[in-house]
């Protein structure tokens, strides 16, 4: 017992793990963590950072919390600090005080044989039920963290909990653990079962999130450039009068966000082979998808065309969680599709080749931008008068009970008001030009972040 811990040694990964479930079948330990080097102390990352990543990992956090409690599309999973924690862990948006561990020995097996060398032990740390009770009566912030975050699809697949510990632990309670030589065996389980190679709709979400976070630590950095050439910065905000009536009426189906769980969602069929004339039939599509709603992918493109098929996955993974129609879904689809005919030979970078794309396609257009977050908006072409028809009756009675693209609605509506999408615009109309146009726009032009469900938009005007 080196260290007032029992060290078990085995002969190889495979006789590590399968101890490790004889264990736990025998009720004799029941968490564990896998460790390439069985040298390295359990502590978290951020007690083995040093100061100045330290404080990087507060003010990364607290970025992670503003954004998180502030976007409408994430409040439904992120209830608590615990569940906010949990994810920016497993994402690696910050460092904590959180260290992973799993119910499952060959998952630990996993992460104890994942990138090893031949020169080091690897180790399966153990848990048993009197270390989690000396967790437990310790006065200090030690303890065991059992979450169910929606829709975090890694810490469903890796079976994951946390031990939260602010620094050492081991004059608690040393963990036992099972050391093995890193020789030819690996573990059997495959990547993509560890770090799923499909998003949920909360980890498309905080990928969106890292997106944004790059775009201002690089805006951030040039401002910081131009103060020190001796540039003037002015900074204009506006004032934050919103209010619930700002924000557009969600209906009760989409308030509650998606919540699917690894186990229960189709990740490994693929889907059927379609030739790209089926693939701009409405009712051929919409048979596919009510079929594979609960799937991650929808179909292949017979025509093995890389760009297609990567722009049919961006909508069906954008949409497919949400409650859209399989009506809703096919027509996004097609009319991604003949974007995409239409931007073969355009360079997308130019806006003015997009502005005369849009008008061709759509006829008169704006250029307006949305955000789920207040920052970093998305932006798409949308028809004028389809836009007039998604506003509110009344707001359309304001102005008259004729359409006019060039009136003064326009400027007042995506000017004076682009922070209360809510006051102007009708949710269930705004779906519709999101399905037909909005989305397509995004996806088709290579947008990131996209705003895919129009309940969220939190600002809506003009580009």
């Given at each position: 017992?080196?260290?007032?811990?029992?060290?078990y040694?085995?002969?190889?990964?495979m006789?590590?793990?399968?101890?490790?479930?004889?264990f736990k079948?025998g009720?004799?330990?029941?968490y564990?963590?896998g460790?390439r080097d069985?040298?390295?102390?359990?502590?978290?990352?951020f007690v083995r950072?040093?100061?100045?990543?330290?404080?990087k990992?507060?003010?990364d956090?607290?970025?992670f919390?503003?954004f998180?409690r502030g976007?409408?599309h994430?409040?439904?999973y992120?209830?608590?600090?615990?569940a906010?924690i949990?994810?920016a862990q497993?994402?690696?948006?910050a460092?904590?005080?959180f260290?992973d561990?799993?119910?499952?020995?060959?998952?630990a097996?996993?992460f104890?044989?994942?990138g090893?060398?031949t020169e080091?032990?690897?180790?399966?740390?153990?848990?048993?039920?009197?270390?989690?009770?000396?967790f437990d009566?310790?006065s200090?912030?030690?303890?065991f963290?059992?979450?169910d975050?929606?829709?975090?699809?890694?810490?469903?697949?890796?079976e994951?909990?946390f031990?939260?510990?602010?620094g050492?632990?081991?004059?608690?309670?040393?963990?036992?653990?099972i050391?093995?030589?890193?020789i030819?065996?690996?573990?059997s389980?495959?990547r993509?079962?560890?770090?799923?190679?499909k998003k949920?709709?909360?980890e498309?979400?905080?990928?969106q999130?890292?997106?944004?976070?790059?775009?201002?630590?690089g805006?951030?950095?040039?401002?910081?450039?131009?103060?020190?050439?001796?540039?003037?910065?002015?900074e204009?905000?506006?004032?934050?009068?919103?209010?619930?009536?700002d924000?557009l009426?969600?209906?009760?189906?989409?308030?509650?966000g998606?919540?699917?769980?690894?186990?229960?969602i189709?990740?490994?069929s693929?889907g059927?082979v379609?030739?790209?004339p089926?693939?701009?039939?409405?009712?051929?599509?919409?048979?596919?998808?009510?079929?594979?709603?609960?799937c991650?992918?929808?179909?292949?493109?017979?025509?093995?065309?890389?760009?297609l098929?990567?722009?049919?996955?961006?909508?069906?993974?954008?949409?497919?969680?949400h409650?859209?129609?399989?009506?809703?879904?096919?027509r996004c689809?097609?009319?991604?599709i003949?974007?995409?005919r239409?931007?073969q030979?355009?360079?997308?970078s130019n806006?003015?080749?997009?502005?005369?794309?849009?008008e061709a396609l759509?006829g008169?257009?704006?250029e307006?931008?949305?955000?789920t977050?207040?920052?970093?908006a998305a932006?798409?072409f949308?028809?004028?008068?389809d836009?007039w028809?998604?506003l509110?009756?009344?707001?359309?009675?304001?102005w008259g009970?004729v359409f006019?693209?060039?009136?003064?609605w326009?400027?007042s509506v995506l000017?004076?008001?682009?922070?209360?999408?809510g006051r102007?615009?009708d949710?269930q109309?705004?779906?519709?030009?999101?399905?037909?146009?909005?989305?397509p726009?995004q996806v088709?032009?290579?947008?990131?972040?996209?705003?895919?469900?129009?309940f969220?938009?939190?600002t809506?005007?003009?580009a």
């Amino acid at each position: 017992m080196p260290g007032g811990f029992i060290q078990y040694d085995a002969p190889d990964l495979m006789t590590a793990v399968a101890l490790a479930a004889d264990f736990k079948a025998g009720d004799h330990y029941k968490y564990f963590r896998g460790q390439r080097d069985a040298s390295w102390q359990v502590i978290s990352s951020f007690v083995r950072a040093n100061d100045a990543d330290r404080t990087k990992a507060v003010t990364d956090f607290g970025a992670f919390y503003s954004f998180a409690r502030g976007a409408p599309h994430l409040v439904p999973y992120l209830q608590n600090d615990d569940a906010l924690i949990a994810t920016a862990q497993h994402h690696g948006l910050a460092l904590t005080n959180f260290i992973d561990f799993t119910r499952s020995p060959e998952v630990a097996g996993w992460f104890a044989s994942d990138g090893a060398s031949t020169e080091d032990k690897g180790a399966i740390f153990l848990v048993d039920r009197e270390a989690e009770g000396a967790f437990d009566a310790y006065s200090g912030p030690v303890r065991f963290i059992h979450l169910d975050v929606p829709n975090l699809w890694r810490l469903q697949a890796q079976e994951g909990l946390f031990l939260e510990a602010p620094g050492k632990f081991d004059h608690i309670w040393p963990l036992d653990r099972i050391v093995f030589p890193h020789i030819a065996s690996h573990s059997s389980i495959p990547r993509r079962n560890i770090y799923p190679d499909k998003k949920s709709a909360l980890e498309l979400a905080l990928d969106q999130y890292s997106v944004m976070r790059r775009r201002r630590a690089g805006f951030d950095d040039l401002l910081e450039h131009i103060h020190a050439a001796g540039g003037l910065l002015i900074e204009l905000s506006d004032d934050d009068n919103t209010t619930e009536e700002d924000a557009l009426v969600v209906p009760p189906a989409w308030i509650a966000g998606p919540n699917e769980r690894w186990k229960d969602i189709d990740v490994d069929s693929s889907g059927p082979v379609l030739a790209e004339p089926v693939l701009n039939s409405i009712a051929a599509l919409t048979e596919v998808i009510e079929k594979r709603r609960g799937c991650t992918d929808l179909v292949t493109v017979s025509a093995g065309d890389e760009k297609l098929q990567n722009l049919i996955d961006g909508v069906w993974g954008g949409m497919r969680p949400h409650p859209y129609s399989a009506d809703h879904i096919a027509r996004c689809i097609i009319a991604t599709i003949n974007l995409q005919r239409a931007f073969q030979h355009v360079n997308l970078s130019n806006g003015l080749e997009q502005r005369r794309i849009a008008e061709a396609l759509l006829g008169p257009t704006t250029e307006i931008e949305m955000s789920t977050s207040g920052e970093n908006a998305a932006r798409a072409f949308v028809n004028l008068q389809d836009l007039w028809l998604a506003l509110k009756q009344d707001v359309r009675d304001k102005w008259g009970p004729v359409f006019d693209p060039h009136g003064d609605w326009l400027d007042s509506v995506l000017g004076e008001d682009w922070q209360r999408p809510g006051r102007n615009f009708d949710g269930q109309q705004l779906v519709e030009l999101f399905v037909v146009q909005i989305i397509p726009w995004q996806v088709a032009t290579y947008r990131d972040p996209i705003a895919f469900s129009a309940f969220h938009v939190l600002t809506l005007g003009r580009a």
